[in-house]
């Protein structure tokens, strides 16, 4: 039986990102990246300090707690990280899924390719911009997108922006891959503001920027541009 590091298992809440954001979904977190983002809102994930919390279990001990946290009231998961893609057996947990007709998302920076990729409902790829200080691999990133395009799998593509040069990035990205459904999400420069209303405010502010420059820009007109739902809802809190 493989075991895999887990940090949060919680829910029912709803997906506060992206293509499926609204959805009621539990949220599986597992431990460890190959990024380091500067503005990583999940530091605890890789930086050391939740280290003692990490759990290690099989797919099995995750469907139990799952099912403990969420008794009948889902019917859709969303693995979260850290980046998820360095589990290469992570495709166990699917197949009970599958068994108990759940549907899956998973969110992932497009740094790793799992063939388990196959088997998400609603897989989101977020290529990190240079605010983050991470740079991408567009040769890794070409390869990934291809072959989810190829499998006429239901995926979309996540650029966070903080900046002008962000929004350069995410055109280049957009451009680059124009078939795939394309979001613009804020970043949220405050993840230790413990200030929800002071937090929300510069947020709706940031949020209505990026409207204006993506509605002055004649290149990005097959857009979609979301904050972060549950950033607004429930500020820096984790587990929702
Ligand atoms: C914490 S990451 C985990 C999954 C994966 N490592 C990734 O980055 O896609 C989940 C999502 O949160 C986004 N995110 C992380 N920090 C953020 C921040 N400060 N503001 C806005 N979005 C953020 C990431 O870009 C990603 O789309
Ligand atoms: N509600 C809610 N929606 C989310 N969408 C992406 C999340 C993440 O941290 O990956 C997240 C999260 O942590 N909570
Ligand atoms: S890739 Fe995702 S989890 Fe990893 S550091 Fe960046 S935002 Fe955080
Ligand atoms: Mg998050």
Redesign the pocket.
């Known amino acids: 039986m493989n075991k895999f590091p887990i940090l949060e298992i919680f829910g029912p809440t709803i997906q506060g ?1 992206g293509m499926v954001v609204g959805r009621k979904t539990m949220f599986v977190r597992t431990a460890g ?1 190959d ?1 380091s ?1 500067s ?4 530091a605890f994930t890789w930086d050391g300090s939740a280290k003692d919390d990490i759990r290690l279990l099989t797919a099995e001990e995750i469907w139990n707690e799952l099912s403990e946290t969420g008794g009948k009231r889902f019917s859709h998961v969303t693995i ?4 998820p893609a360095l589990l290469s057996s992570l495709g166990e947990l699917l197949d009970i899924f599958k068994e108990k007709g759940i549907e899956s998302a998973l ?3 497009g740094s790793r390719w799992q063939d388990w990729f196959y088997d998400i409902d609603d897989l ?1 790829i ?1 290529p990190k911009p240079p605010s983050s200080n991470m740079v991408t691999d567009f040769k890794k990133l070409d390869e990934i997108i291809k072959k989810l395009i190829d499998n006429e799998s239901s995926f979309s593509l ?1 650029v ?1 922006v903080f900046n002008d040069e962000d929004m350069q990035y995410a055109k280049k990205v957009h451009k680059r891959y124009p078939s795939v459904p394309f979001y613009i ?4 420069p405050q ?1 230790t503001e413990e200030n929800t209303t002071k937090l929300v405010s510069d947020l709706l502010n940031d949020f209505e920027k990026l409207i204006d420059k993506v509605s002055k820009d004649d290149e990005l007109n097959n857009v979609r541009v979301l904050p ?1 739902l549950h950033t607004l809802v429930w500020g820096n809190k984790r587990g929702v």
């Open positions: 990102e990246c990024y983002c503005w990583c809102d999940s979260s990280g850290g980046n969110e992932t920076q989101t977020s996540k966070v999400q804020t970043g949220n993840t972060q």
